[in-house]
């Protein structure tokens, strides 16, 4: 490797992270009373948040899920394809479901809402596209904003994922944080590895 070559990969990385910033300082500016509706719901849900997506953003929904559930809100992911052969029998009017497609184009999720609507959930979106399909047939709508993606050719899933993984995150605290959730209750959810560890010395057992 020659120091040219060592010179433009730290200036690409740079480049990359400083894009991905620039995407997460903008979607400071979507956080309306359209989040604070969200969280509304979710913070008094009866049932399940149950999250979808397909292809990087199934991966992000996966992570918004995981988190969901380590602070409180009982959640778990949904694959598009899994539910139109038989696993929307998972989901019950007590539910919430949330779709996660930066685009708003996703066929395999628009396929999916007159099942929703059918079995009377109501449905959140996570886009950067407020004038797509599935953001007019939703019932909350969440725009990330028009992400520029880092890669050259603008159009690997990059920037939009960070953004929309970000939102899902503070959907995430700001709802454990409204529910008074603790660390007592973060230990009993999370017994195993360090932290579980630490929580469970903490306060012995965890016992209430």
Known sequence: MTHGEFMNFIKE????IDIEIEGLKNLSNYIDDNFCDVVDIIRNLEGHLIVTGIGKSGIVGRKISSTMSSLGTPSFFLH???????????????????????????EELFCLMPAFKNIGVKTILISGNPESELAKSCDYFLNIGKCTEADNHNLAPTTSTIVSMALGDALSVVISKSNKFGPKQFAKLHPGGYI???LTKMHNGYKT
Do not use: F, Q, W, Y
């Open 13 to 16: 990385a740079k480049n990359v």
């Open 80 to 106: 598009p394809s899994e539910a139109i052969h038989g696993d929307l029998g998972m989901i019950t009017n007590r539910d919430i479901i949330l779709l996660i497609s930066n685009s708003g184009n996703s």
């Open 196 to 198: 579980g560890k630490k």
